[in-house]
């Protein structure tokens, strides 16, 4: 495990001799406090109110679902094992139908799963990353850390998401099949996919990017690990502070670009959205059929498992397409 | 585990004989044939088209979600730890945001849950049961369980579900906190539930069973486990054969009542549902949200992990009030 | 988990308050240096060296070999899943013999395990308790503690442990089939345990403690929990401080007599051993077939799995009688 | 995982093409019937009496032990997860000393653990390879096979090993580090290295290959997995009916040399020795030890934990210098 941050930490300190500076000038590296008071959990989930969700569901002008999620296997690609030393996905039987219990009839089938959190389609919790050991709204872990997780911001607190979904299709506005080996997308990218679409952004909104990287899965060899597709920084803060965007998520395995050019940050996007901003994000996700078919806009309906303190959770995501608004 | 299987059993038998016959007469204890064709995986999760989902998004008229989900904690309640030997739901931390890896700026954390796929709320996959070594279809362990479980009608292939839904208040109907132990809900018992509440039932609908026992949630010794009200076969067979229901759910931990009646089937609703009829259902929701603000009628709207082949998904079902449709 | 801390809590003040008092006067509530320097990590287990070992190997007279450990399996008794919330002792099948793998000839099984690293018969490192959050050695968690647990004193640092063996059979002393709930064993209790087998102590032996309890095995219900009996303080500062023991056993769940009679502490035997004196131990011990044969004297042999880290390894102990020496 | 079997079966293809022919004369692939009766689970672990025990123990001339076990740590190279989808090894706290539990004083650790029961140094059981679906002694599935693991020839049934070890130093004999990949060791082989060492083989032995690839532990881009060097099964043959070995073990992932040659085994020496013969075997076994000093003939004393129905179990196997015998 420890190897493999190392090897992280070295691509950061190659990358970062070599870096723009802007990173500096973007993030505060401190955890951010939220807006919506020292209670608050959730940062900009906050944006959603009975209202915005009844103007998302009264838009659904179809009855396609697009199930934005991938297959949970044994052997599935999952970036925790891999580059962390966490658990791959494992699920084994613990009843079979072959023998005789509770009575001759019956035949029961029975198993059981373990995960890591961030495996499959799934979303960050804002607890997942911190700065200087303080999680959003700042909260260290003297104050909220226990034997079995965070007493606050787990995946538990997140509400039910019913909100507008965009799709930024950047690898269509790019003309590839997938974004090259650790490309950073920049605002340019997102504006460009954006007219390339006809689509727009509007406060509230959940954003997700398609980098093409699905088209691999679950090659194991191809799906990006430590070379990753994603955000750049600035994509993120673009994003966040000028769009005001609500929840993000993508097709790769963790959102922004990776290595990091940032020598003391290995996912300085995280901590940025998760810490600073307060902004959760989903990763993994399956976005092929809703670019198959071009639905830019959508209902976006998604609730993770209510996993008490977890820093994540496995989801389901769907989208229901919308009619354009007049 | 074999010690609770003849507990089991044996309240089965003690029964039994005071039984009233009933039994035999409903259920054809064979495995049964799907309508919609030999490949079918999901049973009346076939009902669903989009005009059908689209019909109920557009009754929509509130903004207002229902969360129809329990919270995942380590000591919680779990059927089948506690009745079969099952693992009990854990979670633990793989990464930690006090140690310094990746740079000195960040704080990770990381964790991994481990649970019985039957854990909190969650849905019965079509292969949990089957009569005779075979389940919905006439599929048989030799043609499709391999070492990590069924290759067929496992949660992978449960598409995600959008439909009509029905809360039916058990609890309220009698004028009780909860149902008492072994209490088996009958068809008049539908039927006059239904009518205190104003409600009708439609083919194609998720029809939510409250026993009242969440109002007991967490609490081991109170919340039914050995000795649990809930559905008879008879009221099983009424709702599927009658109403023609699509998908069922309950807030108990096994929609029916135990111990059953049938010394040779100690779940029979469980199989006369998966495997005879081919309709899945949901247990331990959290339906007193919607009891309290007497919302009967909804969008429902959920969708398990798809863990592939597996007998069972937790999930997060949601539920969306609706205008009363003219 | 925090229901039953808060029980064994309450249970301590509750006797705290007709305690003796002489708790203060043994404890020092500190954890202790270690006489064998400040790298040491095996406390009196440092005690062994290849002269002791061969003495004793040359004195076996048998090659009748006792087995001092139980089974392990679904459904076992485990103290720290039922008092803490631990996950229970798990197996399951992740090959099946039934499937064709790997040519038309071969049957492959094989399994996995899942344990609280103090399940069956086990051993207790020196990490496994402290007192005011340092351990063996006055190591702090700041020092040590790592995402996965200790990198000091873990089971990976335990040798191979050869050594004279003494079982001590308090319940034969007593004339009982097992010591009463709760009973805490005396200095007395011990030398009179020992008069009645002419058996003596030396330094650096392996000294086990029967209550009797195995004979009650694996009955949950009757094989002592939370009012297990066990070694009382003053009985175990006389194994140390007088007797010199090397390493202790029992063949309860905890060693200790619970709950514990000092409100501060729910387990002082386990720190004053662990933590001041550096003398691990092992718990749920078969001493049946030694006491049985009245085989008080022996060669003890044993050594945990090198868990790197861990609190604890579950093991397998052998006894091999040795000759009266002159 | 089914893609590494496919792996390991073309490979078999191809090397079978180049086959000698050898294998068909001297594997009967049947599932042997035990010489012991009809009820024996463990082989030729009946070799061992209670004279058997006591010559071994009193030829002991020395007080020091050889640890023939490596550390088990997230990371580590398991055969199992890598070529077969099982888990890999893991750990995890429960309880962290920085809570404060069960009273102000105390510093409590716990942990658990997550492993294949052929990870780190461990046993193979006689069920864990059958032939055409019978396990040793003719045991097929159906009599024996539950829920959760075999019913005969489990871990928990092998006895405490103590015997007389004899280890070959192969990588010595040949002057090499460690063999080459895929080599197959040859009863020439054995014999030259038993020449070399002036060690000599008895009835009842425990026999340990070293291949030298512990030399590169745990570096898994260098001890070999699907191109192990190993025993062929002209070697295995001779150990067991030539030798009458009673017990195997090697420093390698699998003691046979991969892959196989037999393209309807893909582990014909496993079948061979577990199946037909009776003939449990370890592996993953730290030999440097004993190799530097040139420790060639010792008490071996190892007893694996008792897994109930478990395919094989990490253990921690010693080994003790004895004198030569006149």
Chains 1, 2, 3, 4 share one sequence.
Not at 49 to 54: H, I, N
Not at 233 to 242: F, I, S, T, Y
Request: charged fraction near 15%; glycine fraction near 10%.
């Amino acid at each position: 495990m420890s190897r493999l941050i190392l090897h992280l930490t070295t691509l950061c300190i190659a990358f970062a001799m070599a870096g723009t500076g802007a990173y500096a000038q973007i993030a505060t590296d401190v955890a951010g406090r939220s807006p919506w008071g020292s209670h608050d959990e959730i940062g900009t989930l906050n944006m959603m109110t009975d209202q915005s969700r009844l103007d998302i569901l009264q838009q659904v002008h179809s009855g396609k679902v697009y199930d934005l999620s991938v297959d949970l296997f044994v052997g599935m690609p999952t970036c925790c094992a891999e580059a962390f030393g966490d658990p791959a996905y494992q699920i084994w039987k613990t009843h079979e139908p072959t023998r005789q219990e509770g009575g001759a009839l019956v035949s029961h089938s029975s198993d059981t799963i373990l995960m890591n959190t961030h495996t499959g389609t799934h979303i960050d919790s804002l607890n997942h990353f911190g700065l200087h050991g303080r999680i959003w709204n700042g909260i260290s872990a003297s104050e909220a850390l226990g034997d079995r997780g965070w007493t606050r911001s787990g995946a538990d607190k997140i509400p039910p998401i019913v909100a507008r979904g965009v799709l930024v299709d950047l690898a269509a506005f790019k003309g590839v099949q997938h974004l090259p080996a650790s490309y950073a997308i920049t605002p340019a990218d997102l504006e460009g996919a954006l007219a390339r679409q006809g689509s727009e952004l509007r406060p509230g909104d959940v954003v997700l990017i398609r980098t093409g990287l699905m088209t691999v899965w679950p090659d194991k060899s191809q799906y990006q690990l430590f070379n990753q597709s994603g955000l750049s920084l600035e994509a993120a803060q673009w994003l966040v502070e000028r769009q005001q965007v609500m929840l993000l998520g993508a097709d790769n395995f963790g959102l922004e670009s990776f290595p990091s050019t940032n020598a003391e940050n290995f996912a300085p996007v995280h901590t940025y959205l998760l810490a600073e901003k307060g902004v959760p994000f989903m990763e993994v996700m399956w976005l092929e059929d809703l670019a198959k078919d071009k639905v830019y806009e959508f209902l976006f309906v998604a609730a993770p498992l209510k996993l008490r303190g977890a820093t994540g959770s496995p989801m389901r995501p769907l989208a229901i397409p919308i009619a354009a608004r007049g």
